[in-house]
T-cell receptor, first 117, second 116 residues
Framework: AQTVTQSQPEMSVQEAETVTLSCTYDTSENNYYLFWYKQPPSRQMILVIRQEAYKQQNATENRFSVNFQKAAKSFSLKISDSQLGDTAMYFCAFMKHRNSGNTPLVFGKGTRLSVIA | GAVVSQHPSWVICKSGTSVKIECRSLDFQATTMFWYRQFPKQSLMLMATSNEGSKATYEQGVEKDKFLINHASLTLSTLTVTSAHPEDSSFYIC????????????FGPGTRLTVL
């Protein structure tokens, strides 16, 4: 079974500063996907960034980037130039890769991020 | 594209009644849908996997007779909470996967269920 661990229940950052959210996971799978999702007060799940395990290059999406360390099973999210709208709950998630068929996501417990003006 | 809707967004019901929650993929065919449950200030926990035209697969500890899931078409899955009790009060979220796009899922906006 896969597990995802987020060890920071809450974090805060000053507006325009950089913050890193931590995530580790455990799996015996060799091929899989890792995600960071944002859940604002509306509770709509929003995909922030996705990493494919077979790709060595770290994924980036504008101000969001990851540090994917496959051997260490670590997948941290860096948010640069933090904005007030980044205030939300952030979930790290794991998904097995299959050549056919969708598989469910396994979520960490989340990190509540507050961006302070 | 890839929009998923849920209805209702919020429902309040009396203890002992049944409530049906719909999850629809609006602009794609969802071969698989997933139902998650989220208690306040907690993470999402998978309840069941729903494949079109077949019986749902429930996670350990989830009562299949209490949480009835039907995936009758490629765009609709329903979750019925039968004989609801206050402890069933929670936020229920569905997600949908597309054929040949196995590296992503699309989430509905969620349904808040309050059982009095």
């Amino acid at each position: 079974a896969q597990t995802v661990t987020q060890s920071q229940p809450e974090m805060s950052v000053q507006e325009a500063e950089t913050v890193t959210l931590s995530c580790t996971y455990d799996t015996s799978e060799n091929n899989y996907y890792l995600f960071w999702y944002k859940q604002p007060p509306s509770r709509q799940m929003i995909l922030v960034i996705r990493q494919e395990a077979y790709k060595q290059q770290n994924a980036t999406e504008n101000r969001f980037s990851v540090n994917f360390q496959k051997a260490a099973k670590s997948f941290s999210l860096k948010i640069s130039d933090s904005q007030l709208g980044d205030t939300a709950m952030y979930f790290c998630a794991f998904m097995k890769h299959r050549n056919s068929g969708n598989t469910p996501l396994v979520f960490g417990k989340g990190t509540r991020l507050s961006v302070i003006a | 594209g890839a929009v998923v809707s849920q209805h209702p967004s919020w429902v309040i019901c009396k203890s002992g009644t049944s409530v049906k929650i719909e999850c629809r993929s609006l602009d794609f065919q969802a071969t698989t849908m997933f139902w998650y449950r989220q208690f306040p200030k907690q993470s999402l926990m998978l309840m069941a996997t729903s494949n079109e035209g077949s019986k749902a697969t429930y996670e350990q500890g989830v009562e299949k007779d209490k949480f009835l899931i039907n995936h009758a078409s490629l765009t609709l899955s329903t979750l019925t909470v039968t004989s609801a009790h206050p402890e069933d009060s929670s936020f229920y979220i569905c997600s949908a996967g597309r054929e040949a796009h196995y590296n992503e899922q699309f989430f509905g906006p969620g349904t808040r269920l309050t059982v009095l």
